[in-house]
Each structure stands twice: as C-alpha cells, then as structure tokens.
C-alpha cells in the first residue's frame, strides 16, 4: 500500500471518529482499523512520526503516543533506524479446527517449513496415551519448524499412526492435506495450552533469545466415528503468535 493511500484511509478513519476522545487515541484506532482491514499486511511499513504528523496536521507527540499504544498490542514494531512496520504477528482462533497453513494464509502471509525430521518410530508412553495405540503399532513422527513468509514462529511434533499414514513420503508441504488425500482428515480436537521458557535448542530453532515466553499446545485430533488421528506438540513464539477466545452467555 503506497504511502499517500496509506495516509488518505487513516484520515478518513480519524474524520469519522469521536470528538470526545482523546486525538493520540482516535488516531490509535484509525491506524488499528486500517491494519486489521488487512489493507496493510505484515512487514508492511507505515510513514515515520514526521511525514504522518505533517500530513495529518498533528504534533509528533501525538503519533508518537499512538505509535508506543499500537506497538504494545502488538500491531506495530519498531526496526533498526526508526523504521516502523506492521507487526509479524498471526491471531489464532480456538473456535475452528484449521491448519497451521490455513491459518497464515488468511492473514496474507505465505506458509513454510523446514523439516528437522520425518520417520517411522516406535511411539513413547506420551504418544501412546494420547493416540490410544499400544507400544506395537508404529507411528509417524514428524518435526519441523513453521514458518510465516520465511520467519520462523513454531516448532512442531507432529505423531501419526501408521495405519493412516504409511510412509514418510506421504507427506508433502502439509500433513492435513496428505491425510484428507487418504480420507483421514481430522474433523474435531481437544486442546490444552500452556507456557514454557525457550530452551537454547528452542532458541536456535525459532531465531529468538533463551528464555523467551513460548505458548506451547498439545492437540489430539479425531476422526468422525472417534479415533484418534494425530497428536500433536507445537512451541510457538509467544511474541508473534496470539490465541484468541470467542466467550458468549
């Protein structure tokens, strides 16, 4: 999105809002309207403090003040040299049961991973309790790191058993589309979620410092007639990944 564009939809956003809040504040959620429209995506570049203050008539205090609000929710980051952009971070809904890949696509970013391994194993007593199998029936397992437009933000363990999924080379860019090619494709799942430091292999593989907050998930997904498909670990970076909760009464 140009610069001017940019500029003229966050003035039409501020001339629209109410006179009665504060200006750092309305021109905090005219720019947090404009980036969540998705008409600016990720790594995208706003104008600096000065070019926006001029062409929008208000002190550099003001948007400075906004700037400092939209980088604390995690909508804008700062880079080297006072450049400031929209932040690489993915919103993941809980209400829906989609893939890693579904998920970075609907933000506008393009999904990838780097494999760190993918073979058949004997499953170990977590894997075991999780699919529901016993200690004879192999398993898939699968490691790689996710990646969104090439910048590492999860490690993931994925493990399958065998019967639906017989051989490593099943499995392309996406484990859920080899499974739905096989007519497995997980239809439910329960979640559990907490968070852990980032050990120095975590750190190696995610590009972040040690003991960086990650929020790490464990997913048993099913099978329509109940059959456990894929259980799942995955690390993510805490800083570039939300969950989100849709709550009613």
Same mark, same amino acid.
């Given at each position: &999105? *140009?610069?001017?564009? !940019?500029?003229?939809?966050?003035? #039409?956003?501020?001339?629209?809002?109410?006179?009665?809040?504060?200006?750092?504040? /309305?021109?905090? $959620? #005219? !720019?947090? $309207?404009?980036?969540?429209?998705?008409?600016? =995506?990720?790594?995208?570049?706003?104008?600096?403090? @000065?070019?926006?203050?001029?062409?929008?008539?208000?002190?550099?205090? $003001?948007?400075?003040?906004?700037?400092?609000?939209?980088?604390?929710?995690?909508?804008? #980051?700062?880079? =080297?040299?006072?450049?400031?952009?929209? *932040?690489?971070?993915?919103?993941?809904?809980?209400?829906?049961?989609?893939?890693?890949?579904?998920?970075? @696509?609907?933000?506008?970013?393009?999904?990838?991973?780097?494999?760190?391994?993918?073979?058949?194993?004997?499953?170990?007593?977590?894997? &075991? &309790? %999780?699919?529901?199998?016993?200690?004879?029936?192999? +398993?898939?397992?699968?490691? /790689? !790191?996710?990646? %969104?437009?090439?910048?590492? +933000?999860?490690?993931?363990? *994925?493990?399958?058993?065998?019967?639906?999924?017989?051989?490593?080379?099943?499995?392309? =860019?996406?484990?859920?589309?080899?499974?739905?090619?096989?007519?497995?494709?997980?239809?439910? %799942?329960?979640? @559990? &979620?907490?968070?852990?430091?980032?050990?120095?292999?975590?750190?190696? /593989?995610?590009?972040?410092?040690?003991?960086?907050?990650?929020?790490?998930?464990?997913?048993?997904?099913?099978?329509?007639?109940?059959?456990?498909?894929?259980?799942?670990? $995955?690390?993510?970076?805490?800083?570039?990944?939300?969950?989100?909760?849709?709550?009613? @009464?």
């Amino acid at each position: &999105m *140009a610069t001017s564009d !940019i500029i003229k939809r966050v003035r #039409a956003e501020l001339a629209g809002s109410a006179t009665d809040i504060p200006l750092y504040k /309305r021109l905090k $959620t #005219a !720019i947090e $309207t404009v980036i969540l429209s998705n008409e600016l =995506h990720a790594g995208e570049r706003l104008p600096g403090e @000065r070019a926006l203050a001029e062409s929008l008539g208000l002190s550099r205090v $003001t948007v400075r003040k906004s700037f400092a609000l939209l980088e604390e929710d995690g909508l804008l #980051a700062r880079r =080297h040299g006072a450049r400031t952009e929209v *932040a690489s971070k993915v919103e993941k809904t809980l209400s829906n049961l989609t893939s890693f890949s579904e998920d970075i @696509r609907s933000r506008g970013m393009e999904p990838g991973c780097i494999w760190l391994s993918k073979q058949m194993s004997r499953p170990s007593p977590t894997e &075991m &309790m %999780a699919l529901g199998i016993g200690s004879s029936e192999s +398993i898939l397992r699968m490691q /790689r !790191i996710r990646t %969104a437009d090439g910048k590492p +933000i999860a490690v993931e363990i *994925a493990s399958v058993p065998q019967r639906f999924l017989p051989a490593p080379e099943l499995v392309g =860019h996406s484990l859920y589309d080899a499974l739905e090619k096989r007519g497995y494709l997980p239809q439910r %799942a329960i979640q @559990r &979620m907490r968070t852990r430091s980032a050990s120095q292999e975590d750190s190696d /593989r995610l590009s972040c410092p040690p003991l960086t907050p990650l929020l790490v998930t464990e997913r048993r997904c099913f099978l329509p007639q109940g059959d456990v498909v894929e259980y799942c670990e $995955t690390r993510y970076r805490g800083d570039v990944y939300d969950f989100v909760f849709e709550l009613r @009464r």
